[in-house]
């Protein structure tokens, strides 16, 4: 840029000045500007003048810069700027263009991490984690050939149950899939599940037969929690179709009822332990390993929001009942019959709540309480994928009481019973939270006499037992939140009645039939709401 200077050399000089300096950054390529200059000059080089090694200019010019040139020049300067309106309108449009794009929300990075090209490319080779993909042609239907494995003796021998009941729950878990059909079932005695083909030779040579003349089988279904690889491998070789354990039929049917975010990033950290084990190569880990620390980043930060979230319930004094237990044992349903919340759909389907879910209901005392649904549990689940669902439960820990729902009418009472109550002692659960249990499904036929339950017994389908199981409830949530029952009389309408109303649970008011005036109130309060009470309406 031209840099007009006007200076004394010895005698005037107007000269065209060309100058390279890096240092000087100017905004706009022409600027009115007042510039104070000092500086040494060595072999600058002005048009018709030259200017010799230590010769000093000091100047003080206003000009137009538009290009200048500087050859071994060292300046030492101070700048004044006096900005015209243009330039200011330039520079605001300048700021606009360089600034940086919104980052992602936490729903793109989620949806980038479920949609992930690379992994996805990866994760189509693994067919046992696909079974809906082999439905072949025109077929409505996957037959599938259920084995139930039972070991006849030895530690690893199943106790409180029957190889005929796991060999039922095993049916209808797979069953449980859409478009799947349970074609033949069997229990195979097994010496052990550790053998290379599980099953001896000849036993297997007989599956085989039987399982290639069944034209309606496409898939077999061995009912242990994990295959190894090598198994796998030498099973779907011997018997020339696919073969599942638990863990993918499981891990199918969440896939096929996670409907929320929290949901389908669970269910895509509880496969990756299934894909690590059959990945060939390095490479192929290493997409695990970065996958699985995205999936958890993203539910850490959905995490701190059910803190949130049980923060805010904890300063509103608001108590929370957790609601566990078996999978399909009527969990959810109970929970619409209490809160009457339409939400609370209830299925006859197993795994059919993946996401914790809170509904508001109240007790009899008219305390609000909110009930909180979770995940089913099932037995013969590696711990893989249970600790995948882990933090869904982290509300049943924190809540203030649990209640087991157990299915009566299941002839697997017991063992399903001990597999919800060995889940609950692997959690960090305080050891004062009280835990109650239900016997729920009463209207239908029960696996035992009545008289031999010891749990509250219930039908969340009819209704029956259920007030007298929030009597007793009510007494619990109180108790273990340190509520009581007050007697109020108070001024009909007044501010006092409205206060109650909203913060405490009221179990009856009525007005004196004496004294229209005057309203009788019996609320539940704990101390701190009544110490409240106490000091917004100057009580002593």
Known sequence: MALFLSSLVGKSVHRTFYMKFAQVYLNSSRCT??????????????????????????????????????????????????????????????????????????????????????????????????????????????????????????????????????????????STLPGVKVVAKEVVPVKSLDGKMIFGSGTLSRLVSEARTNRMAVSVFISVDMLKRSQIEELEAAFGMKVWDRYSVVLSIFQHNAHTREAKLQVALAELPYIRKRLPGERERMVIVEREKRIRNALNKLAGKRALIRRGRARSNLPTVAVVGYTNSGKTSLIRSITGDERAEGKNSLFATLDVTAHGGRLPCGLEVAFIDTVGFIQDIPTELVASFRATLEDAVCADVVIHVRDASHPDYELQGITVNETLSSLPLPEDTPVITVANKVDLTLVKHENEFGEHMLSATTGQGIPEFLDYLQEVVLKVTGRRAWRFSLPTGSPEIQWLRNVAGIVSEEMDPENLQVTKIVAVLTDQELAAYNRNFGKS
């Open 33 to 174: 500007s007042t510039v104070s200059i000092n500086f040494s000059v060595q072999n600058v080089k002005f048009a018709n003048h030259k200017v010799q090694n230590g010769d000093n200019l000091g100047s003080k010019c206003t000009g137009i810069c538009d290009s200048y040139h500087l050859r071994s020049a060292i300046l030492y300067h101070k700048r004044n700027f006096t900005t015209s309106k243009s330039m200011l309108k330039k520079k605001r449009k300048a700021t606009k263009r360089t600034t940086p794009p919104p980052e992602d929300t936490d729903e793109d990075v989620e949806k980038s991490i479920l949609e992930d090209p690379d992994f996805n490319s990866l994760r189509e080779g693994m067919d046992d984690l696909n079974i809906r993909k082999y439905l072949s042609g025109s077929a409505s239907q996957i037959g599938t050939i259920v084995l139930q494995p039972w070991v006849k003796w030895g530690p690893k021998m199943k106790q409180n149950t029957s190889a005929q009941l796991m060999l039922e729950e095993a049916a209808t878990l797979v």
